[in-house]
C-alpha cells in the first residue's frame, strides 16, 4: 500500500503546506483514491505521477473549506482532461448538495457521471462494505469535531497465499505445472491418478493491511478500537498541549500528545501526524525562538514508542507486507 501527502496543513495553507489532501492506492494499481480535497489540491497532483483519469474515489472526511473547496475546480479539470468513467464522491449527506450547488450556479457541465454515496452506509458499526473500491474494503468511524467528520479505514480484500514446497516435496511432488496449478488456488492432477488439494498446501496468508485516515477530532480515542487492526494511523496534530489549552476547546482539534496516547493505546506500529497549525515552523529554531515542527515531534514521542512520522507535502509513504511504514520519497 502507498499514499501521497498533497496537503498537511490546517485551517490555511503556508508557504510550505496546502491544506488537506491524501492520495492512496494498493501497491501496482491501476488505479487510486482520494482523500479529502482541500483548495489547491490539483496544484499539488500536478506535481506527482497521480492522474485525474485513474482516480476511482474521493472521500471526503468533512465539509469545512480546508478539506473540500479545492472539489469542485478538480472536478472541472478532470473534465476539461476528457475523464469520461463515473468517480465515486463519498461524504457527508450535504456534500451532494454542495457538489451539485456549485455545478449550477457556475455552469458545470461534467462529461463523466459523479456517484454520491452517504459516508453513513460504511460505518464501522457493522454496515456491509459497498465494494467502492476492487482491492481494498472501505469503512468509516465517526468522529468528534464541530460538524459531522469521519475517518477512513482501507483494508487489503485479498491477500497472497504461499506454496508449502517442503510439503509438495514429502508427498513427492517436485517443481512443475502442478506448483502453477496450486498457486493460483486450483487442485491438480497427477499423472499418477493423485488430486492435490490447494487447500492443503498453500501457507496460511498474511494478515491483511489496514490504514486509517481520520479527518479533525478532538477525542483520538474514539478510533481505538478500529485502529487496534490497523498498521497505519494517520490523525491530525493540529496542536501542542501548551497551545490547545491556550486556544481553548472551540476549534475542537487534538493534540500531538492526544493523538499519539490513544496510537500507544491501540497498539498501532506506525503513527504519521499532520494537520498542522500554520503558527509551528518547519525549520529548526533555537529554544525561546518561537514554535517548530520540532514541538510537535518531541511532544508525540514522549507518549508513543512505535514509528513515528510528521507529514510533509508531496512525501510518499509505502507500507510493506510485513507492516513496516517507510517513507520513499
Request: with cysteine; net charge neutral; glycine share 10%.
Amino acid at each position: 500500500m502507498e499514499f501521497q501527502f498533497l496537503g498537511t496543513a490546517s485551517g490555511t495553507p503556508s508557504k510550505t503546506r496546502n491544506v488537506s489532501g491524501l492520495a492512496l492506492r494498493l501497491s501496482g494499481s491501476a488505479h487510486w483514491s482520494l482523500v479529502d480535497c482541500g483548495e489547491g489540491t490539483q496544484h499539488r497532483i500536478l506535481h506527482t505521477s497521480w492522474s485525474l483519469h485513474d482516480l476511482r474515489a474521493i472521500f471526503i472526511t468533512h465539509l469545512h473549506g480546508d478539506h473540500c473547496y479545492g472539489l469542485p475546480g478538480l472536478l472541472a479539470s478532470a473534465g476539461m482532461l476528457n475523464r469520461s468513467a463515473p468517480l465515486a464522491l463519498v461524504g457527508p449527506p450535504d456534500l451532494k448538495s454542495f457538489v451539485e450547488g456549485v455545478m449550477a450556479s457556475t455552469r458545470l457541465g461534467l462529461p463523466y457521471a459523479l456517484e454520491f454515496v452517504d459516508v453513513r452506509a460504511l460505518d464501522a458499526a457493522g454496515q456491509p462494505d459497498l465494494a467502492l473500491l476492487p482491492d481494498l474494503a472501505v469503512r468509516a468511524t465517526t468522529l468528534s469535531h464541530r460538524v459531522p467528520c469521519w475517518a477512513y479505514g482501507f483494508e487489503e480484500r485479498s491477500v497472497e497465499r504461499h506454496l508449502d514446497g517442503e510439503r509438495l516435496r514429502a508427498a513427492g511432488v517436485g517443481p512443475g505445472p502442478a506448483w502453477g496449478q496450486l498457486q493460483r488456488g486450483e487442485d491438480a492432477s497427477l499423472p499418477d491418478g493423485r488430486l492435490l488439494r490447494a487447500d492443503d498446501f498453500l501457507l496460511a496468508p498474511r494478515k491483511p493491511r489496514k490504514l486509517i485516515v481520520a479527518g479533525d477530532n478532538d477525542q483520538p480515542g474514539l478510533l481505538v478500537d478500529e485502529a487496534r487492526s490497523a498498521e497505519v494511523l494517520i490523525h491530525e496534530a493540529t496542536y501542542t498541549d501548551a497551545v490547545l489549552r491556550k486556544v481553548g476547546p472551540a476549534p475542537r482539534h487534538s493534540s500531538a500528545a492526544m493523538t499519539a496516547r490513544a496510537a500507544a493505546a491501540a497498539g498501532v506500529p506506525n503513527l504519521v501526524l499532520t494537520h498542522f497549525s500554520p503558527r509551528y515552523q518547519d525549520l529548526e529554531r533555537k529554544p525561546g525562538d518561537g514554535l517548530s515542527m520540532r514541538d510537535i515531534e518531541v511532544e508525540a514521542r514522549a507518549q508513543y514508542a512505535g514509528r513515528l512520522f510528521l507529514a510533509r507535502d508531496l512525501e510518499r509513504y509505502a507500507l510493506d507486507r510485513q507492516g513496516v511504514l517507510s517513507r520513499i520519497g
